[in-house]
T-cell receptor, first 116, second 111 residues
Framework: NAGVMQNPRHLVRRRGQEARLRCSPMKGHSHVYWYRQLPEEGLKFMVYLQKENIIDESGMPKERFSAEFPKEGPSILRIQQVVRGDSAAYFC??????????????FGEGSRLTVL | DAKTTQPPSMDCAEGRAANLPCNHSTISGNEYVYWYRQIHSQGPQYIIHGLKNNETNEMASLIITEDRKSSTLILPHATLRDTAVYYCIVRGSNTGNQFYFGTGTSLTVIP
């Protein structure tokens, strides 16, 4: 029973390039969450998605960042025109259900983005 | 935003119980208390959660005060591998109530 799978584990981009981070939730999970962790800081919530829907994107920067969770395939976090301040670890988590659920989140091992 | 207060760091001797406190004085009736930990920049790991009764699993025990304004995570026999940042989170059971991580407690288990 594979856990939450994230790839790539490490990604290096130059300023102005695009970064795409992928997350495959655990089997049977239809809820995906993305978090960002800057060096020496805690995890910051970015976005919560269900299949084909963005439920809460209150933590997403207003520009350059977008996320999707299509009907088929992994969830994608996309960062356009990356800047050095985007260098961070990006963690994805999944859960089985949402409303009325007390279910815990299961996290992947993260994707570490370095912007040169 | 995080609704909890935790000490920034603690030490514990190996083999002893580690007691990690958390204050959540504004917790509401439908909010659960969750504990996660993050070992050296790995993905956070779920430990335990509870509403108002004390809970125990193979990893830890969770003691919640009667007024639910604070709780304690207990690792009964700390090992060096328990060195991590421990996060206490309160979250409602409704859709849209996300897990907001604060700064946590950095626990160091000392040989």
């Amino acid at each position: 029973n594979a856990g939450v799978m994230q790839n790539p584990r490490h990604l290096v981009r130059r300023r102005g390039q695009e970064a795409r981070l992928r997350c495959s939730p655990m089997k049977g999970h239809s809820h995906v969450y993305w978090y960002r962790q800057l060096p020496e800081e805690g995890l910051k919530f970015m976005v919560y998605l269900q299949k084909e829907n963005i439920i809460d994107e209150s933590g997403m920067p207003k520009e350059r960042f977008s996320a999707e969770f299509p009907k088929e395939g992994p969830s994608i976090l996309r960062i356009q025109q990356v800047v050095r301040g985007d260098s961070a670890a990006y963690f994805c988590a999944s859960s089985r259900s949402g409303q009325g659920s007390t279910g815990e989140l299961f996290f992947g091992e993260g994707s570490r983005l370095t912007v040169l | 935003d995080a609704k909890t207060t935790q000490p920034p760091s603690m030490d514990c001797a190996e083999g002893r119980a580690a007691n990690l406190p958390c204050n959540h004085s504004t917790i509401s009736g439908n909010e659960y208390v969750y504990w996660y930990r993050q070992i050296h920049s790995q993905g956070p790991q779920y430990i335990i959660h509870g509403l108002k009764n004390n809970e125990t699993n193979e990893m830890a025990s969770l003691i919640i005060t009667e007024d639910r304004k604070s709780s304690t995570l207990i690792l009964p026999h700390a090992t060096l591998r328990d060195t991590a940042v421990y996060y206490c989170i309160v979250r409602g059971s409704n859709t849209g109530n996300q897990f907001y991580f604060g700064t946590g407690t950095s626990l160091t288990v000392i040989p």
